[in-house]
Structures are given as C-alpha cells and as structure tokens.
C-alpha cells in the first residue's frame, strides 16, 4: 500500500473510531500479512452477533422458531412410536439414536440463536403434526428440514450481521445434513439437486405456520406474509413406492416431466398459526402461473383448467446449465400459484412474494 493510501485509510479509521466510542484502539498495521485487500470484517473490529435491523431480527426469530420444532419434532417422534414400529420401517436402535442426537443438535442451535436475539428472543411453544406412523414422520421430518434449509438460504445473504449470518449458516450446514439423512431413511436418492434452493422469509412461514399450535404470550409477533395455503392433491409419495433406508438407491423416478399436476389452494382470510394470531393474505392478482423454485431457477408453467380455487399445471423438462446437466425438478422442492411469470434469481427471489396467490406448497418431485 503507498504512504497516500495509508494516511488516507488510517484517517478513516481513526474517523470510525471516533463515531463508535466502545470500539479499541485503531489498530497499528491496516493489512495483516498474507491477506490480500479487499474483503469485509477482516480487521481487527469486534464482531457484532447480534441483530442489526429489524429485518435481521425478524429473520433470525422466524429460524429460531423452526429451530424450536424441530427440537420438538425429533423427540415427539422418538416418543410417539414402538421400537416395533420403528423397526418395522427398518430403523433400527441406531438410527433413532441419531435422530435423538439431531435433536440435541437442536438444543444447540437455539441455544445459538437465542444468544444472538436476546431477551426478546421467542421461547418454544406446542405443535400439532399431520403424521400417524414412523414412515409419515421421516417424510414430514425430511420436507421440514428442506423448508428449514431453503428458508435460511433465501435471506442469509441479505442480513446486516454478517457475523451473526455466520453463526446461523454453521448451524444450518447442520440442518441441512439431517435433511439428507432423512432422505436416507425413507429410501430416496440422497441429494438428486446441484443445489438447494433459496425461498423467502414469508414462503418458509407460510409452510412452518399451520403446525405451531400455541405459543407463549410474550413471543414476539412474525411479521412476515402468510399466503393462502395451497395443496398439491397428488403429489408423489414415495411410502407408495415400497422404499427401504438406504445410503443410497437408484430409485424410480417419482415424477417426471409433462407429469399432470393438480391443485386446490386457499382464498386469502383464513385464520392460520398459533393462538389465531394470523391471518392469510395476498396482494397478487388472478391465478396464472405455477412457479417452479428449485436448483438456482425459479420457472414457470401455465397454470390450466382453472375452476374456483383449483387448476392443475403441466411438470416442466429442463436442466440446469443444458443438455447433461441436472434437470430442474427433482428432489424435494417448492412450488406457488402466481398473478405473473417474474424473473427471479436467487439473490432477488423476494420479488416475487406480491405476485404470490398461493403457496408455496412442497411437492416431491424425487
Ligand atoms: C402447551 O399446552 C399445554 C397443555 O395445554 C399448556 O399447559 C402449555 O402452557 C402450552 N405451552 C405453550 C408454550 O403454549
Ligand atoms: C390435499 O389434498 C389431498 C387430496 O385431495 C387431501 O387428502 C389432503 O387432505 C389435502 N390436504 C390439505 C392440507 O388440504
Ligand atoms: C439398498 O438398495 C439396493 C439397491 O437399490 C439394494 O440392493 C439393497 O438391498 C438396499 N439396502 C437395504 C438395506 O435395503
Ligand atoms: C444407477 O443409475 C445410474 C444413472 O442412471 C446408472 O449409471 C447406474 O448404472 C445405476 N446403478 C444401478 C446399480 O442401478
Ligand atoms: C431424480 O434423481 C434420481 C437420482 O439420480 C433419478 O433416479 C431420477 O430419475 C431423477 N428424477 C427426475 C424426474 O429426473
Ligand atoms: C392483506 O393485507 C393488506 C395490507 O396489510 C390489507 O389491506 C388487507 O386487508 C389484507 N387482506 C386480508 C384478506 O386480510
Ligand atoms: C387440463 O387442461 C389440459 C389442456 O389445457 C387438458 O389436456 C387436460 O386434460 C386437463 N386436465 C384436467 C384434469 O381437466
Ligand atoms: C437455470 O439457472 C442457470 C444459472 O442461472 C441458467 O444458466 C440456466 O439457463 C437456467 N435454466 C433454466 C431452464 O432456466
Ligand atoms: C442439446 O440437445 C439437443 C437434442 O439432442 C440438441 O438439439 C442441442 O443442440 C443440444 N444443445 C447443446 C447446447 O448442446
Ligand atoms: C432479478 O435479478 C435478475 C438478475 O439476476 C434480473 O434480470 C431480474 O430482472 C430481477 N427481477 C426482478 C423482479 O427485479
């Protein structure tokens, strides 16, 4: 660095300094060895792990609150069924100890969160759970933890703590592993995508919402959309398809392109999440369009045969980066009923939350 650029630097330091009366002495050396310029954090300032903005708590409320069920989820399954049971679904004493181990995972990563919130911080609350046998509880577990995934991937990168960002992804590189060992035990192809997909605060509370049944008083209020639900009447199941745990099996496709897909979604008004506290809401216009978010894309087919509050829509081909690479639709992924055909990427997927009518719903494509 030259002597101009130095002094220059150095003033500005001493600028921030002079702003922030808690901050330490300006650091002697601007650039430590070995470190090329650029970059951001990387002196000698405290990290900040904590909300910066509004946004910022909200996001991390809406993750610690999906932290919470899922600590519940995993012991209430655990609870709910046999050893029979579970060994009648090839789980053996093993396998539900590592889903007792994700749980403990869970204390942690609260634990985490609840730190970085503070006192504010929302506290776990009653849930109600649509399963009634060990293969219904890996699949929801499994569709659960992509939503959880997928929901902190969508707003990560827009967060003002990037420190406190950090702490978050370490814990969902976690959840994100749990999602894959759920694929595992119901049998599917462990991680058919490239990449997991983004979706945003509002989509991820949209579909976490309807299992939060009651929570304490002082929880702070979500702020964030929840659409009309929408409902996927036949989505694949892969309990139909005779499926063992597995590391890993070429399974038959569950779907597959020009695959007929019906839907039936809600009208926006309805009471949803816990202690009647929510309701439904959109600002789109006219049901037109299914939006397919999935990978890095989010596409879109027509959506036909629209009747009231149901239509059904044609599974589109398509692959990633062209001809050889992963197709589109394919494992657990997400799709809405929109007013329009925005082009989204993931950096800017929120853009499509005002042309939401319904949705998303998760639909299992592989
Ligand atoms: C959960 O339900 C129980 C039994 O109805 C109740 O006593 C408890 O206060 C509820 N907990 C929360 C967090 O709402
Ligand atoms: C969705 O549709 C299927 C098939 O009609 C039905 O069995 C299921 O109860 C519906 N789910 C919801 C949440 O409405
Ligand atoms: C795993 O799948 C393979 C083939 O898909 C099968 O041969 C094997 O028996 C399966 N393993 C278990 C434990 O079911
Ligand atoms: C699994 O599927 C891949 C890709 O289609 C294929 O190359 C491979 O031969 C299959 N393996 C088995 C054991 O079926
Ligand atoms: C999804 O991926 C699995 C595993 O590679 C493959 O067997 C299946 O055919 C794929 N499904 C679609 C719809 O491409
Ligand atoms: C949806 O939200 C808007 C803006 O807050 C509000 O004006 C409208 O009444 C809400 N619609 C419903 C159905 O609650
Ligand atoms: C939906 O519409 C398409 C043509 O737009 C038609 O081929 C298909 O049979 C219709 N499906 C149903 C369930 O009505
Ligand atoms: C999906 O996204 C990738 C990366 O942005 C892009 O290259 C590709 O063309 C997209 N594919 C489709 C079918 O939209
Ligand atoms: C992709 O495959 C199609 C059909 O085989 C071919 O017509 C097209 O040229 C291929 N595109 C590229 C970019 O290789
Ligand atoms: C989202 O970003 C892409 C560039 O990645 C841009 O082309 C597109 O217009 C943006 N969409 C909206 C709705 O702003």
């Known amino acids: 660095m030259n002597p101009l650029s130095k002094a220059l630097l150095t003033t500005l330091l001493l600028g921030l300094v002079a702003l922030t009366s808690s901050a330490p002495a300006a650091p002697t050396t601007t650039t430590a060895p070995f470190t090329p310029p650029g970059g951001l954090g990387t002196n000698s300032t405290p990290p900040v792990y904590a909300p910066m903005s509004e946004f910022d708590f909200q996001s991390m409320n809406l993750a610690l609150n999906q932290e919470w069920i899922e600590l519940d989820l995993f012991h209430h399954g655990l609870a709910q069924f046999s050893v029979e049971e579970f060994e009648a679904a090839g789980l053996d004493a093993e396998d539900r100890y590592l889903i007792q181990f994700m749980a403990e995972q869970e204390v942690g990563h609260a634990i985490a969160l609840t730190n970085i919130l503070g006192p504010n911080a929302a506290k776990p609350c009653n849930y109600s759970y649509p399963f009634t046998d060990v293969r219904g509880f890996v699949d929801f577990c499994q569709k659960l933890t992509r939503w959880g995934e997928s929901g902190v991937y969508g707003f990560l990168e827009h967060l003002n703590s990037r420190d406190a960002a950090n702490i978050l992804l370490q814990s969902i590189t976690t959840e994100a592993r749990q999602q894959m060992i759920f694929r595992q035990f119901e049998g599917l192809f462990p991680m058919p995508e490239w990449f997991i997909p983004g979706i945003t605060q509002s989509m991820a509370w949209t579909l976490l919402s309807p299992y939060i049944v009651t929570c304490p008083a002082e929880n702070p209020k979500i702020v964030w959309q929840n659409f009309p639900a929408l409902n996927i009447t036949n989505n694949p199941a892969p ?19 020009g695959r007929e897909v019906s839907l039936t979604w809600d009208s926006p008004g309805k009471i949803t999440g816990y202690d009647g506290l929510y309701t439904t809401n959109t600002t789109a216009g006219d049901p037109k369009f299914v939006a397919w978010i999935t990978q890095l894309n989010t596409t879109y087919t ?24 992963a197709p589109l639709v394919n494992s657990t992924i997400f799709i809405a009923i929109t007013d329009a055909d925005v082009f989204v990427t993931p950096a800017n997927i929120s853009m499509i939350n005002s042309h939401i009518v319904a949705g998303p719903a998760v639909y299992q494509s592989g």
Do not use: M, R, W
């Open 239 to 257: 309990d139909e398809e005779n499926l063992s745990p597995n590391i890993s099996s070429n399974v038959t496709a569950l779907s597959f392109p």
């Open 302 to 325: 027509s959506l036909t045969n629209i009747s009231g509050n149901s239509g059904t829509t044609i599974q589109p081909g398509g692959n990633i980066f062209g001809n050889n690479t």
